[in-house]
């Protein structure tokens, strides 16, 4: 067999890109991020001075401050883990469908893992956040299979604009089932309705703990697929001719984006926008390597969504704004930004 | 045909319910005759339920096709754009957040509902052609003003939160026949306005040039259009809610029933008023819990949408 490229090489980063170079924004993502995180532990109704959080931090909660501080660090903690898990899972999603608009909230996998959360809820008397997980997960894969499907019956495949719209459907549905379920139920609703608009206020450390382990399989299948996004984005023929079995990429790479959204989920609510943002900007500060990407894509997320939930506690203090509600207020002008930028058909 | 389908709908609704009140009962109540045990269920709970759903589904079926036609794409109904959603954010405010009612909550939702369709169109319009970045505009449009109601709501007081979800998925509840006087106004100046537009209408929708041509003065007539088609949604949503899909199916549906020729304008207008009949009809009395209708013309209208995209798929058109 003749050698070939490796793709990777095909796709090798601009010499002004390079590998150090994408080290060191690698590390300042990191510091942004960890600045990010002192801000979200200090910043509240209350806002404390660092000897407190010192204080908070090592278990103390005998004054106010310090035991705000123990309350936020799990949110906090939450904010990192979900908002990783969604920027990740966005830009695995916008490489396997090459769809620029992908995003788990806009394809209506969120929505898919809500009902199937909800349900369990009300029919099953589901009560452990174990099971949330689960059921979670489930929703997220069934839905992620339906949109994909339909969006890419017909002649041209998956183009943007059909994915987008079955999901659009699929979501309005969802939520008509949403509500369907929990009106009769009164005494979920409330629950329920402040769940469905994505919030980390709620976090405990014991119920964020218990999604590490599928947060870490999802994001070690995701990593571990960044070659072959890489080689999907070169088109599926070409993914063919260099020795790649693109249903079998396609699905795997799926499937971490699946674990990794519908655990976020199933914890946070619903959460629209980190995956269809965070990629985006990474793209511009790492460029297509699906390597450099992923990592990337993972701080970022982390970072907007600790710094969405900042902003939704300081503008309307001494109340919350959720940070689902943030994020879509900031992610939905960037989605209408993509789509008049006419870059909808690139990817 | 349809007008005889929407009054036997009204007949069905104005008689059956958890007590059977027979048609001639209910005509001499009508017509201000006392039945003992009756008088009160139909003149009361019945009536302007009926009312207010015929003419919010006139709204919905009438605005929804107009810009369907106008924009030439079956998916640019003012439910999936976004236009609905800005009425309903509007009308949300009002409501929850300054306890305003009546008259101010209707012309306030046909403020946003105006200023919403204008951003979209000014977001997504490039050198005259929309086409799909319109829609795709709105859809993120939409999902702003989603999680816009969503914060507004989460602030209400809780008691009134159920209520707000009610309303949200759009309900004829505890209608009352004043409700309905600012819905039959706007339908009246508005809708006959519409009607009047139809040969307008019907040129636009073979392109700008071609109505052009026809001798359409086209910028003008849009307007007219648009101002026109939003005001009935918009209003019709301040009093209902956004009843989900109605102003998206009735067109499609009356295209069905009688064929391409004609205008569509008056029969999907009928359509929407069946729709809304028949579905509050069945999430009150068929379905094992009590539903407000928005919740079942969801349920019913999102397969559509799929089946559409599907459909649309299939033969290949470019969306």
């Given amino acids: 067999m003749r050698p070939v490229t490796p793709p990777h090489q095909a796709l090798a980063p601009t010499p002004w890109r390079s590998r150090s170079l994408n080290l060191s924004g690698l590390a300042g993502a990191f510091a942004i991020l960890a600045v990010l995180c002192l801000l979200s532990v200090s910043i509240g109704t209350r806002t404390t001075s660092l000897s407190e959080i010192v ?5 103390s909660n005998e004054t106010i401050a310090e035991a705000a501080v123990s309350l ?3 949110r906090t903690l939450l904010a990192v883990l979900a908002g990783a898990a969604l920027g990740v899972a966005g830009c695995v999603m916008q490489g396997v469908t090459r769809n620029p608009l992908a995003d788990p909230g806009i394809l209506g996998v969120n929505t898919g893992a809500a009902l199937a959360v909800v349900i369990g809820i009300a029919w099953f008397g589901m009560s452990d956040p174990q099971d949330f997980l689960w059921s979670g997960i489930v929703g997220a894969g069934l839905t ?10 017909g002649r041209d495949g998956a183009t943007p604009l059909k994915l987008a719209l079955a999901g659009t459907a699929t979501a309005i549905t969802f939520s008509s089932l949403v509500v369907a379920i929990i009106l009769p139920r009164a005494d979920i609703a409330g629950g329920i309705q402040s769940w469905q608009i994505g919030g980390v206020g709620g976090a405990t450390l014991s119920r964020t703990l218990s999604i590490l382990p599928v947060l870490g399989a999802g994001f070690a299948i995701s990593l571990l697929s960044a070659r072959k996004l890489n080689l999907l984005a070169l088109g599926e023929d070409m993914a063919t001719g260099l020795g790649e079995r693109v249903a079998v990429a396609r699905l795997t790479a799926a499937a971490g984006a699946i674990l990794l959204c519908g655990a976020a989920t199933a914890v946070c609510g619903p959460i629209a926008f980190v995956g269809l943002v965070v990629p985006h900007v990474c793209r511009l500060l790492a ?7 992923l990592p990337f894509s993972a701080l970022g997320g982390a970072g907007l969504l600790v710094a969405a939930d900042i902003l939704g506690r300081i503008v309307a203090r001494p109340a919350e704004i959720d940070v689902g509600i943030v994020t879509a207020l900031i992610g939905a002008p960037f989605f209408i930004w993509i789509v008049r930028a006419r870059r909808v058909r690139a990817l | 045909m349809l007008l005889a389908l929407l009054l036997s709908a009204a007949v069905v609704t104005l008689t059956l319910g958890r007590s059977y009140v027979p048609i001639t009962d209910v005509l001499r109540i009508l017509l201000g005759g006392e039945v003992p045990g009756a008088t009160f269920t139909v003149e009361v709970l019945r009536l302007p339920r009926t009312v207010l759903s015929i003419l919010a589904g006139l709204s919905f079926g009438l605005g929804g096709v107009a810009f369907q036609i106008m924009l030439r794409n079956p998916l640019a109904s003012p439910d999936i754009i976004g ?3 800005g009425a309903s954010a509007a009308a949300v405010f009002a409501i929850v957040g300054l306890s305003l009612t009546g008259p101010v909550v209707s012309i306030l939702a046909v403020l946003a509902g105006l200023a919403v369709a204008m951003l979209i169109y000014g977001l997504a ?20 003003l989603q999680s816009l109601i969503s914060y507004v709501l989460l602030n209400a007081p809780a008691w009134n939160r159920q209520e707000a979800i009610r309303w949200l998925s759009g309900s004829v509840n505890g209608a009352r026949l004043d409700e309905a006087l600012p819905l039959l106004t706007t339908f009246i100046v508005f809708g006959l306005l519409l009607l009047s537009r139809s040969r307008e209408l019907e040129t636009l929708r073979l392109g700008d040039d ?21 005001s009935i949604i918009a209003v019709a949503t301040a009093v209902t809610g ?7 199916l009735a067109g499609p549906i009356a295209a069905h029933i009688v064929g391409a020729n004609g205008s569509l304008l008056l029969p999907s207008s009928l359509v929407g008023a069946v729709l809304v009949l028949v579905a509050d009809f069945a999430g009150q009395f068929l379905l094992p819990a009590r539903y407000p209708v928005g919740v079942v013309t969801g349920v019913l209208g999102a397969p559509y949408l799929i089946y559409l995209i599907i459909r649309v798929n299939r033969t290949g058109r470019a969306l």
């Fill in chain 1, 55 to 59: 204080a908070g931090l090592s278990g």
């Fill in chain 1, 72 to 74: 936020r660090v799990p």
């Fill in chain 1, 144 to 153: 992620a299979v339906f949109v994909y499907t339909i969006g890419s019956l």
């Fill in chain 1, 287 to 293: 460029g297509v390597d699906y390597r450099w990407l």
């Fill in chain 2, 83 to 85: 236009i609905s959603s």
């Fill in chain 2, 125 to 144: 319009v490039r050198n005259g052609e929309a086409g799909t970045r319109l829609i795709l505009v709105g859809i993120g449009v939409s999902a702003m």
């Fill in chain 2, 210 to 230: 071609m109505a052009a041509a026809l001798g359409t003065p086209v910028s003008r007539s849009r307007i007219v259009i648009i101002i026109s088609a939003v």
């Fill in chain 2, 242 to 248: 956004p009843i989900a899909f109605v102003a998206f």
